[in-house]
């Protein structure tokens, strides 16, 4: 039986849900909940609910996503994560046309310089149908005084397989820890190329952003 200190919980809430630049709340407000089951290395497992609302007038709605894998530590400084996800969305139009599974593998250094790539065989945005799809990111958490970190990264989306074209999307900005509580600012932007943009560009952001979550 796992033991109770290898569970995790969550609850957090952000000015506006994204996800690699995609804009999942239509500029507003959203919640979300997760739990998970993480020894510290070897098989770990997750799940989490937030709220979504794909676009203006979209009823509110849910998205689910359930994680699974595998972690690797060395010493202190290096870790390796390899994680299957299946993501799926209930009361938003065309909701099981978003749904996709993933595979993620990721990369860390003292915590502090990550690395990750995904592949999907089926995701899909807007009206494009479901194919291949690859995300490449970098990120960084740099520990500052007096609580403070400073957050950063960037990454590519390669939408090519379904929309024709990717986009680059990045943040940067500034955490604050207080015991259990996380507050986050951050300005987020993306870049894409004219089709692209043309056929998401509702969805791609160019925004400040701020969150907070609880750990317990």
Not at 94 to 118: K, P
Not at 179 to 193: D, K, M, N, W
Request: glycine letters at 10%; hydrophobic letters at 45%.
């Amino acid at each position: 039986m796992a033991a109770l200190d290898d569970w995790q919980f969550q609850l957090g809430s952000t000015t506006d849900r994204i996800n690699r630049g995609f804009d999942q709340s239509d500029a507003k407000p959203s919640v979300d909940a997760e739990a998970s089951w993480y020894p510290g290395t070897g098989v770990f497992a997750n799940a989490s609910v937030s709220s979504v609302r794909f676009f203006d007038g979209a009823p509110l709605g849910a998205e689910f996503i359930a994680n699974a894998g595998y972690a690797w530590r060395w010493a202190a400084d290096w870790s390796l994560q390899a994680m299957l996800s299946h993501y799926r969305f209930a009361r938003e139009p065309h909701a099981s046309h978003f749904e996709y599974d993933e595979l993620a593998l990721a990369g860390g250094w003292r915590d502090c310089l990550f690395a990750a790539v995904t592949a999907s065989p089926n995701t899909s945005y807007g009206l494009a149908p479901k194919a291949r799809a690859f995300s490449y990111n970098l990120s960084a958490h740099l520990p500052l005084a007096g609580g403070f970190s400073g957050i950063a990264g960037v990454g590519y989306y390669d939408l090519n397989a379904s929309a024709g074209a990717g986009f680059s999307y990045g943040d940067v900005g500034l955490a604050y820890q207080y015991r259990a509580i996380q507050f986050e600012l951050s300005y987020v932007g993306t870049h894409a190329p004219e089709r692209l943009d043309q056929l998401l560009g509702a969805m791609l952001v160019h925004r400040w952003v701020a969150q907070v979550s609880w750990d317990f």
